[in-house]
């Protein structure tokens, strides 16, 4: 078996044409800016406006804005996201673990031009070097973080990177999606690019959902190559995913359905979870 999310990689954005990232951009856009989290262009044009007008220099309050407008994508995939809020304005970091994903974010920066900087790193060990404004992790990524360590180390390394009054906007998906949803189920798409068989097997008593992925690539003269990959992840309740932010030293804002974006019930699939900067510890605060 291949490592999760190397040949998946080349086809990921055709099979998951579906996720409404311009949805995401936008609820996140409304977030940001509601906790005056402003774009780098935005906020570095109000810094030398205020300091004119004042009749002194505005060197400072640029660098801050700098930081301030710097958002961390983490989990970024193949980069979508991350092209989207750039456009938005502001200064965009990508993370991601998989060498593969982070090749597509490259070829699509080197098309667009867009200066975003991709970063190979575990989320686990997240390593910056600086301060952000805020960091989003869409698409059910931190339910890769398997134990609750594993979950309160990242997002601690988010807090003490995060500016002071920071944003942290993640989703999650639920135990109620894995166990009456997507567990032991099969999901199969065919296309003339390729085909896919994804299974799913959830183990009710660890909570893990392992995806075993079976990929049917064109390989030339009408032969399909055939790879699988596996990837685990771990349902979470909401009463864990809030533990786990306040144990991180986060301040835990709300939590909304991901469908619905109104209050989260019973049955919520996924979950996005708002979170706010509180105080820095550790060798990682900067």
Known sequence: MSEAYSEFAGVYDLFMEDVPYTQWRDFLLTELKERHILPVREA???AI?????????????????????????LGCGTGTLSELLYDAGYDVIGVDLSAAMLGKAM???????????????????LELYGTIGACVSVCDSVNYLLTEEEMVKTFSLVNNYLYPGGV????????????RIIGEST????????????????????RINEYDLTLFLPAGDGLFRRTTETHYQRGYTLEEIKSYVEKAGLIFEKALDSDTMEEVTEISERIVVIAREHGKSGEHGK
């Open 44 to 46: 570095c044009d109000n």
């Open 49 to 73: 406006r205020q300091a004119e007008n004042e009749g002194r220099e505005a060197t400072e309050e640029v660098l801050l804005s700098q930081e301030k407008g710097t958002v961390l994508d």
């Open 107 to 125: 070829e699509k920066k080197e098309n667009s031009g867009r200066q975003i900087l991709y970063l190979m790193q575990d989320m686990t060990e």
């Open 168 to 179: 942290f906007i993640f989703d999650f998906n639920t135990v109620y999606k894995y166990e």
């Open 187 to 206: 999901i199969a798409e065919n296309r003339e690019e390729g085909s896919f068989i994804w299974e799913n097997y959830y183990d009710p008593d660890t």
